[in-house]
């Protein structure tokens, strides 16, 4: 995801090399990831799918007046959070 007139943005991420990180990403055969959805919450969902292995990765989306995960308890109430959350997508789609 590149937004224009800005530098591609690739984040350090250095928590991914934590030897107690690692393993929990390995043992689990699912992550739900929740960032702004903003550019740099992009980038950073994009990024994190590529090291973590994208065919794990799931992620979520919001009503169209939310730029978060925040935005949606404050606006919509936590009910709405745990159907966002409920609601999560494959990040890869086609035939696997």
Not at 27 to 37: N, S
Not at 82 to 92: F, K, S
Request: net charge negative; charged share 30%.
């Amino acid at each position: 995801v590149e937004e224009e007139g800005h530098a591609r943005i690739t984040p350090k991420l250095e928590y991914l090399d934590d030897p107690d990180v690692l393993s929990v990403l390995s043992a689990v055969d699912e992550v739900i990831l929740v960032c702004d959805a903003d550019y740099k919450g992009q980038r950073l969902k994009d990024e994190l799918a590529l090291r973590i292995g994208v065919s794990k990765c799931f992620s979520v989306k919001y009503p169209s007046d939310c730029k978060d995960i925040n935005d949606v308890l404050v606006k919509h109430g936590k009910d709405a959070v745990t159907e966002v959350m409920l609601d999560y997508q494959p990040m890869i789609s086609g035939l696997v």
